[in-house]
């Protein structure tokens, strides 16, 4: 299935929750903030949220500095 993240299509082979995707792609999970289809989605509802062909995801993540 097609998935947008942050613009760039992505196909994915399996169904998959959000949590499972954010932790195969991002390296530093616990600073991401995900939309899905522009709604945020609460870290506690990751696992419950399974992604679904062409969902459009928006995945941010903070980075400290100074």
Do not use: Y
């Not at 390296?27 to 899905?36: H, K, M, Y």
């Not at 289809?37 to 870290?43: A, F, L, P, T």
């Amino acid at each position: 299935m097609n998935i947008v993240v942050n613009g760039t299509s992505n196909i994915v082979n399996e169904e998959i929750s959000l949590k499972q995707f954010i932790e195969k792609h991002c390296p530093n999970p616990e600073r991401v903030i995900a939309e899905v289809n522009e709604h945020i989605v609460k870290r506690a509802d990751w696992d419950r949220q399974l992604l679904k062909e062409n969902d459009k995801l928006e995945l941010i993540t903070f980075v400290g500095g100074g």
